[in-house]
């Protein structure tokens, strides 16, 4: 099956692993690039140090390409007084485990649009994919990427974002709609129509010259058989990797995932503070979703909140970040997974003969 995805990175099958921030790992992102898809790691939670080791942990594991993942969003300014007001409204949750809300919330990920030392990363490592979430970086900063001959995604909820990304220069734009698991990558959660999959891919795939990448509750090859319909180059796929061993998702995440209530996930914004789809929870249930603080603090916190209820025995507070299609989810091996679904993208196609 060759698109314009494959042909450009050179891979056997138009699939790509996503990059999910504190799931992804260098084996699994190795995997799937052995196995003939694009692996991905994500490193806009981590500093560059960080960042840098796991980029030269995935390349000693692979020769193939894959994709490295970093933060657009605006850099945050802190609001001492809606931080606090958002500290006090959670104070009752943290009572629950008999612990105390931090005093006060840290702007825990950095911008890679301000990430100087972030850019001097990517361009000595040069990987051969960079892709953008929450927004794009400044003109200078991508054209000192595409300089170097690395390949450039970002990630689209819109049409409007996706006009954005062509003109910004990005070789390709991942289509995600509101079915995806994990932070949707809109440019400004305040003006989100939160367009599905289905219309977006084919809006974009339309309007636009650059190849467009599918996203959002695909979790078998008869999806990434409807995505290429639709005039996709290829598809993004997470949650359906989450279950796989070489996943850093832990025991409750997986339980989770492969549980009776995985049908169940919800757009919230209460772990965070930007709109994300996971597993509904106790965290969404019992917030106050009016008083939220701004992103990242508010995962700051979120994070804190989670750590005293897990220290209780208490799962309800995790964020099990997963998209609509969740209750499709297979743990196997990434690269066994990758090959699965090749199969079935063949069969698929078949079918449409």
Request: hydrophobic content about 45%; overall charge negative; charged content about 20%.
């Amino acid at each position: 099956m060759q698109t314009a995805l494959t042909r450009r990175l050179t891979l056997r099958h138009p699939v790509i692993q996503a990059p999910m921030a504190g799931t992804s790992t260098p084996e699994m992102a190795a995997a799937v690039t052995n196995a003939g898809g694009l692996g991905s790691i994500a490193v806009g939670s981590v500093g560059p140090d960080e960042a840098r080791a796991q980029i030269r942990a995935t390349r000693a594991l692979t020769d193939g390409p894959f994709n490295v993942n970093v933060f657009c969003h605006d850099p945050a300014e802190a609001d001492p007084a809606r931080n606090a007001g958002w500290i006090e409204s959670l104070r009752p949750l943290f009572a629950d485990f008999g612990a105390e809300p931090p005093a006060e919330l840290r702007n825990i990920y950095r911008s890679f649009r301000v990430d100087d030392a972030m850019l001097a990363v990517l361009l000595e490592e040069r990987p051969t994919v960079v892709s953008f979430h929450f927004g794009l970086p400044d003109p200078d900063r991508i054209a000192a990427l595409k300089a170097t001959g690395m390949v450039l995604m970002a990630t689209a909820t819109s049409p409007s974002e996706g006009r954005a990304v062509q003109a910004a220069g990005v070789d390709m734009v991942v289509a995600q709609g509101v079915e995806a698991g994990g932070h949707r990558g809109v440019f400004d959660p305040a003006d989100d129509p939160r367009f599905a999959t289905l219309p977006l891919t084919r809006l974009l795939a339309t309007q636009l010259d650059i190849p467009v990448i599918a996203a959002g509750g695909i979790m078998d090859g008869a999806g990434v058989a409807a995505a290429l319909a639709l005039g996709a180059a290829g598809a993004q796929l997470g949650t359906a990797f989450v279950g796989c061993p070489e996943s850093a998702a832990g025991p409750a995440y997986r339980a989770a995932l492969a549980g009776a209530n995985a049908e169940r996930t919800r757009v919230s914004a209460v772990i965070s503070g930007r709109p994300a789809r996971g597993l509904e929870n106790d965290f969404m249930r019992r917030a106050d979703q009016s008083r939220i603080a701004p992103y990242p603090f508010a995962y700051d916190i979120g994070k804190a909140l989670n750590a005293a209820a897990t220290a209780k025995g208490d799962t309800g507070y995790m964020p099990n970040w997963s998209g609509q299609g969740a209750p499709m989810s297979r743990a196997m091996p990434a690269g066994e997974l990758l090959e699965t679904l090749a199969a079935e993208l063949d069969q698929a196609l078949a079918g449409l003969r």
